[in-house]
């Protein structure tokens, strides 16, 4: 749940975003931007977060009044094993002693809904975290150290669990919409374990980048999860890309390696918290990420 520390729209000076060239680092600079937000670019190669270095470096980029936004990571596809997470947790370190050398006045983290148990169908910001890998255990863990830097530095601190996120921009091409395009427009084919009866939440980018905006604003503290609310089969998904292309695309069925699962998130904390705030249903998101696929 959120907290809002600031009941009216309350805009920082600027925005430091770490990881600025990622997928959600990107599409969040551009949404602030557009917002008439100032935004202060933190990535590679100018500043390498595994670095010692790094700490007295990140601490003069950024200034007391300003937010930071962290959303560096390595991403499953870079790796799950123990070497990833020992990368991931050593970027955290430095950048929570860059928070306690020089403290800002808001910190939101990017974590991840891998946080959760993977055999919990419905969850919540109450349902307990468990993670069930390597990836998940990085990102709770970093959750509590970055807690932690704040809470020494005395800085308000949020923490934004997203579920799958689609949209264009996307470096991951994790299994389901992203993927599904891709492979509609360049192969005509989309590949689905068995008839893609699971269900699973999917939020699309410009979504997130509002919500997160929203935080900004109101220097929301507290966890909250971004989602949909609208969890669907990965077979409509891949029905729906086919239909939105609009081209004959075969729909191929792998076999399984494992049984079927299903999960949906309770987007009542989100809903409370940005009552005027409405997700992009899929099929328009969809269509908005076949267009710019297209135009890439």
Known sequence: MLNHLSKLDSRPPRVAIVGVKGFVGSALRSTLESAGMTVVPIGRPSVDLLEPECVDRLSTLWEPGDAVVVTAALTPDKGRDVVALIKNLRMAEHLASAITKRPCSHLVYFSSDAVYDSSQQVVSEATPAAPADLYGVMHLAREVLFREAAARA??????????????????????GPNRFIRSAL???????????????????????????????????????NLVSGQAVMFGWIASEVARLVGKHVAIEQLPRSGPVTHRRFDPAAAIEAFPGLKPTLLDAGLAISIAATRKS
């Open 186 to 224: 360049a192969e005509s084919r989309i590949r689905i374990f068995g008839a893609g009866e699971e269900t699973r939440d999917h939020v699309y980018i410009g979504d997130v980048c509002n919500m997160t905006r929203l935080v900004l604003l109101h220097q929301s503290t507290g966890t909250l």
């Open 154 to 175: 005395g800085v308000p601190y949020c923490v934004l669990r997203p579920c799958a996120i689609y949209g264009p921009g996307d470096t991951h091409n994790s299994y």
